[in-house]
């Protein structure tokens, strides 16, 4: 059981990332995946997610700015984020929708920190 994200960073708002997500098979092949995102002190929240044959919905907060991929090839998964703004810094997350369990426990892997300077 394995998911990884990358591509985080420093970003002056209105800029751009991509994040990538290496998931293994087991999680990834025929789910629906998601991003999600979490700051302190508040709830980790799903903000994009995309069905194994590439149907993708947004949280309200991301819509038109932020676009999901997936490479079922290669088992992963993309967020393309444009636009980005003060309020979008946190730390993100790649996970089946929902999110996968192992032995009763919440897994969420290794996300990647996004910071949007104003």
């Known amino acids: 059981v394995q998911l990884q994200a990358s591509g985080g960073g420093l970003v002056q708002a209105g800029g751009s990332l991509r994040l990538s997500c290496g998931a293994s098979?087991?999680?990834?092949?025929?789910?629906?995946m998601g991003w999600y995102r979490q700051t302190p002190g508040k709830q980790r929240e799903l903000v994009a997610r995309?069905?194994?044959?590439?149907?993708?919905d947004y949280a309200d907060s991301v819509k038109g700015r932020f676009t999901i991929a997936r490479d079922n090839a290669k088992n992963t998964v993309y967020l393309q984020m444009n636009s980005l703004k003060p309020d979008d810094t946190a730390d993100y997350y790649c996970?089946?929708?929902?999110?996968?369990?192992?032995?009763?426990?919440?897994?969420w892997g290794k996300g990647t920190q996004v910071t949007v300077s104003s």
């Open positions: 996970n089946s929708v929902p999110n996968v369990r192992v032995n009763g426990i919440d897994y």
């Open positions: 098979g087991s999680i990834f092949r025929g789910k629906i």
């Open positions: 995309i069905s194994n044959g590439g149907s993708t």
